[in-house]
């Protein structure tokens, strides 16, 4: 984890080969993620404390908006449940790309303690997602260890951005599907 | 053929239970005359079926029709200003009633009252919102719940629950992970009924591992050992033991089956 | 031709200004406040609210009915997930009911423990309430001080059980860990430093700012028959000037022995209720500097002896042939509490936060209600946000001080 020294001009070793304004888009996206105030439950708690005074979200360029034009990140914290799980993906919907997903928490990423009636098993069902971060509540730093793991893999990306998520699936009869 | 099993109750129970097992009961007392919970009691008078107190709070067992007026005594003539609580539980199974329950607060005396009352199946109940005005959220959340419903309720809708949901959840015939309808309602909902096996069914198996999993944690493949320094440029493979790891997703064998 | 002038213009089907045509918005299901999800229809005349109708349930997880599918000791850390900002309030409430169910007596030193826990998680709560009422009104630099703070009692939580935001650092018959070693100087300086933040930090910067008070002052008005009638407990009635604190009237746990004051304010808004928490804040000091040297007299036992209901200690455990097969069987089938039934209430940071669990011998509680403040609260809404401005109506849902996880379960 501690990678302070970010070489941005290097390919890191990759398979594809990144063009030189690849990487000045991806220094730029990766550099100046804006949330999108999700917070559900607990976990949004533990969001806000990391955008607060100890451990400063502030430092990654991460400011919190409120609008979803307006923000790169969705982080997903917290429960979510079947009543408010047609909202997050209007809301999903409703994000301008270049767009990512964090899944902050059990219960965002497979419904965590709550096996119930009422939530949804796993935000991966709805949204597709790009880190997991698991915990319950995870720490503050963990959470910007995600961060900086979808920097890292922002980073990677060529800039057209094919999305490559979780949800890569083939259907009963065959057909490959994507949810998007 | 497979084993019954009871619908009427489908929570789960104890798997084991002592043949000698003697369950004790929470002591209950006599209401003593002359001491504070007596004037309530001759207050309220014949719509009192039963009382005791419990744990330092009167516990009053009522007819469901006298709800409303035992209520409306308790607040004016004993000073019960607020209702703390209400909710029913459900007994379907073993008597086919609900049995439901108000909590009351006296905040200058500082004591509780408890009021039961055992309603039929189908049968509604009388709002006491125009008393406590607490009662509109704590019936809708009843009636959401139980499905018992409320009279002359100034807006009896579903409060926990979307608008459009069936079944009332906490019955005990409502199984704990959701009957078909709640295990379906988010993609019908939001991507339409065409998407039910493109997104699969929901996994309420907690303990599925799937061998793929471990592929995309963050740092696989680039583990070091112990003490020595990351660099972050080494790929190593990912083996998977075959022999060593046991794949418990498979099916049961038809030989544990026999056996069984 | 078609001549368009003020009186005829040419969109003919439009409505312009007409008196009686009011707004319809929609306070959605996610905020940029802190205060989860809850979702507000408000009707608006011009900026003014006329009807509001607060819809909850983006949170229900079926906590109740969680219950009755799982042990009483291991649904203890669900109940951490209520009220996720003082955890260790619910966990409390919800073993203090079982322990009157089964009748059991708790050893000093548990009390003492979980007292001291109580009072830092209200510490915890209060602090929270400060820093997101005060980003919701606009004062954006009290939520850095506050959450500064909260990070400090938030060390205290995790140096005792290893977690900061959801404890369970309580158990059914007392408490599972002792103190460590220099934990109660941490807190003496802890208890030190709220203080003085409280009175030169956040009181310096709000209580007799003109901008807050004039934000704050004759905003949410609550008669004090409206708050009893609709439920609401807590500081909710306090600041309505009823002066009823459940830790006086009905105590448990050594509040009986602590001195303390429960402040009342008469004036029945915003403003009074925010001062009524800060006031909070410095009575929870003074009581947690009183329970300090009341630790230090006390044997060292922390769960209480109940060989039916609870297991014996570790070394006991891990020593003794039948602690080992009673604590196998406990922890595999569960406990069997008595048949019957019990509500407890309990002063919880947000108000009166209760359990009616009833029980019918099985290892599984056949019903268990929440009865949590956060609910009411929501629900008064309705009557409070009537008539109110729609910047006021983010200062009156931040001083309600609800959390969704108990609201909705």
Redesign the interface.
Known sequence: MAQHQVNYASSAGLPIALTSVDKLVNWGRSNSLWPL??????C???M??SG???YDFDRMGTI?R?SPRQADVMILA??L?K??SE?ARR?YDQMTEPKWVISMGSCANTGG??N????VQGVDRIIPVDIYLPG??P?PETLQYAMMMLQKKIRRESADMKKNTKQDLTTQTGKRARLI | MRKYVPKDNV??????TDRY?V??????SEVKSGLYFDTILTTLGDAVNFSSI??G?LVIHINPEDNFQVMKTLKESCGY?????Q?A??YLAKDNEFEL?W?LLN?SV?K?I?VHCRLANGAAIESIEP????A???ER?MFD?FGIKVNNHPFLK?????DDWEGH??L?T?P?HGDEFASWYEVDKIFGKEYRDIIGPENRDPAKIDIEDTKRFSRVGYEVPFGTEYNGEEENDIEYSETALVNYNKKTSKQLDERR | MQVSNKLTPFFENLNFERDDNTMVINF?????S?H??LRLVLELDGEQVVKAYPD???????????A???TYNEFL??TD?LD??ASTSNNYAYALAVE??L?IEVPRRAQAIRTMLLELNRIISHL?FV?THALDVGAMSV???A??E??FA?DLMEDYCGA???HSAVRIGGVPLDLPEGWLENLAAFCDKVDHEVEHTYGALLNENRIWKMRLEDVGVISA??A????C?GVMLRGSG?K?DIRK??PYELYQELDFDIPVSDRCDSYGRFRLYMEEMNQSTRILRQLIPLYKDTEPQLMAHAPRYISATKEDIMTQNYALMQHFVLVA??M?P????????TESPKG?L?F?I?S?????A??L?C?APS??H??LL??LLVGTYLADVVTIIGTTNIV??EV??
Not at chain 1, 116 to 119: G, H, Q, S
């Open positions: 105030t999700y917070g559900l439950a607990c949004a708690i533990e806000m404390a607060a005074s100890r919190f409120a917290g429960t449940s009543k408010h909202f809301l303690m709550f119930t009636y009422a939530t319950c509540a720490r | 929570q789960k129970k104890a798997y084991y097992h369950v004790p009961t929470v002591p209950q419990q744990l709070q200003l607020q209702c703390s609580e909710s539980v459900d329950f909590q905040v500082a509780r408890r008393l406590f005005k607490s509109n959220f704590a959340e719940m579903r409060i926990l629950m979307p959840p906490l005990k409502y704990l | 959605g299901p996610q905020h940029p802190a989860g999800q909850i349930g983006y949170l229900h997880r079926g906590i109740e009915k969680m009755e599918n799982m850390p669900t997930r996720y900002i009157k169910l009748d929270f820093a939520f850095l001080y959450f500064r909260r990070e938030m900061r935001l959801t028959e409206d009893l009638s609709w439920g407990s009823v009823w009237e009905e089938q569960g069997r008595p048949r019957g039934e019990v509500y407890v209430p009166e209760g009616y009833k019918e011998g099985e290892p599984y056949y019903r209600k009865r609910f009411f929501t629900g309705q009557d969704f996880g909705d379960r």
